[in-house]
């Protein structure tokens, strides 16, 4: 650009540098665009900011805080609808345009009453010695023999406080909290019965079994019968996915889970069988709690309860829950990050044949005259030996 406004040809800049006529006149057309701008004056001082509201927004900002001016900003915000200016802003403005927040409650024009040491001891004697009366009736004895204007709220307030230091409440229980040290250790087992299914009106059983240490679901999955025998396939099919045997089963005092079936089994594999404590349901706290969120996060997002819709979906829930959604005492990780810290496997042989350890004696049945017996709820043909 220099050499073409020294006096030089375009022909002879063009060869020289070696740039082409129209990439030159475009060059040219720039730089003499650019002078003219620069050349310009300009106004001295501080510019305006780029990010200042425009008139009409500030002007709507301003009417609504000036129409409602006990709002606060966030609610402003949602006054003005999606367009608004953000909380702090909104503030700004208030402030520029001199719109004070007003309290929603007025100031006391009188003054609170306020009894003296003996008034307020006089009234609580006159309350302890007729405490079979109602507010109404005590505060008129008050006023008409001690010359007291006490208002019937006062009076239950008085009369809550002494019923409260004659019956004394309960100490709040003192929950102690526990937590296994590695995966595997302790597995929570239950049914969530709250689903009922929406023809028919039958209810599929949701059995669970949840990790102490990791919060992980093991298993998860719906029946339409809470069993023994439901309960024992589905902790043989969660030791056979991690191949491991865990030390402990936690389960509640529910007739499937006190069978002698799964006493049997625990018993061939060394398993420590524990139950709650009748009514104490806190014990097995972390799966009473995970089916709430269960509830709330995967059944309550279906408006129809199909049993085969649920079950097609369960799995894709319990993958999201163990390895995406974040727990509160894992510091807001995933599940899989401690079960992955399992260290503990079991021998193949053994987990191919667990269900030879799911045995245990029935007792004596009776065969029929036809040959038939009743075994489990089926019936049952034996023959002739």
Known sequence: MLALFKGQTVA??????????SSLFDYKRRALVAMHETLKDKRHGPQPPGNRL??????????????????????VKEQLGRDAPTPRTIQRVRKRLSLPRLKKRLLPSVKACRFSAEEKQTIRNRVEEKMYLGPYR???????????????????????????????????????FYERKLPHSLWHGDFLEKVVLTRGGKTAYQFTLLDDYSRAYVYCGLFTDADEVNVVRA?????????????????DNGRCFRGNLITAFCQHLGIK????????????????????????EFYQQFDVWR???????????????????????????????????????????????????ARAPVGLRVVRRGGYMLLLGQEIYVGVQ
Request: hydrophobic residues 35%; glycine residues 4%; aromatic residues 8%.
């Open 235 to 251: 902790i043989i099919t969660a030791m056979r996915q991690y191949q491991t045997i865990p030390k402990a089963l936690l389960f």
């Open 12 to 21: 002879q800049v063009s060869a020289q540098f070696g740039i082409s006529r």
């Open 273 to 296: 069988l524990i139950h709650t404590s009748i009514q104490h349901p806190q014990t097995n706290g972390k799966l009473e709690r995970a089916f709430r969120d269960d509830m709330r």
């Open 54 to 75: 425009p008139v009409e927004k500030e002007q709507s900002v301003g009417s609504v805080c000036e129409r409602h001016p006990t709002l606060s900003s966030y609610q």
């Open 138 to 176: 005590l505060a008129w004895d008050i006023q008409n023999r001690d010359h007291v204007t006490v208002s019937p709220s006062t009076i239950k307030r008085v009369k809550t406080l002494i019923l409260e230091e004659r019956n004394p409440k309960p100490p709040k229980p003192v929950w102690k």
């Open 307 to 357: 049993l085969w819709e649920l079950q097609q979906h369960l799995p894709e829930y319990v993958h999201y829950r163990n390895h995406v959604r974040g727990h509160w005492a894992l510091g807001g990780k995933p599940a899989i990050t401690r079960l992955r810290e399992q260290d503990f496997f079991a021998l193949p042989s053994v987990l191919e044949k667990l269900e030879t350890f």
